[in-house]
């Protein structure tokens, strides 16, 4: 199989999303923005307790987040990676998390078939990147890879966006699944699957319809 290699860069901007007349659409991250996220609050305001800057952590924990998926991308599609713009303490975590990512692999032996390509949806007005389509057990299935301290509900709002994505493009899945990877040597992986994402559609497409309102987007 051919190596190539792919660049990436901390300063890569967003993915722009638009329907083939050219209207720009938002992504799903975008969309549920507007949802509150305690979690986070809560850890804002303890950094603070602790005299330390949050917007400096998260961000750090955004570039190894980044970085970790572009490895796994990188591991999937068989390319070499270019990881030049990093520290070497940022690429040591992010491969730790791809070493994580590889014993979840010898036990999920997966095809991948789609891997970090982005979708519009012309049905809905909407965008989103997938992590990873693959086939396990002669089944689809949908997979997005986090980095950070838990799984939370919005993450299954996230996935039933990009099935709604998929089954546009052909694509059907049998079940959905988040899967963590720690970052440190201490953590492993977790994951969480879900087959019927019906609930979290609707919440979604209420989700959708708040953010439209907000931006004066008619529909």
Known sequence: MTTTE??????KIHTVYKLKDGTRVPSVTTILGILAKPALIDWAW???CEGIDYKAVRDQAGDIGK?????????LKNQKPD?????IQDINKAETCLI????????????PVIVEEALVSEKYGFGGTIDCLAKL?????LI???TGKGIWPEMFYQLAAYRALLEEYGYYITS??????GKNENEGFEQRIMIDLSKQWQIFQYCLKIYRLQNGILT
Request: charge should be neutral; aromatic fraction near 10%.
């Open 6 to 11: 792919s660049k990436n860069t901390k300063t």
């Open 46 to 48: 303890r950094c603070g």
């Open 67 to 75: 970085l970790a998926h572009y490895l796994i991308m990188c591991h």
């Open 83 to 87: 990881t030049s713009e990093y520290s």
């Open 100 to 111: 994580k990512y590889w014993d979840w692999e010898k036990e999920t032996p997966i095809e």
């Open 137 to 141: 057990n002669d089944e689809l299935i």
């Open 144 to 146: 997005d890879h986090k």
């Open 176 to 181: 959905a699944r988040i899967l963590r990877i």
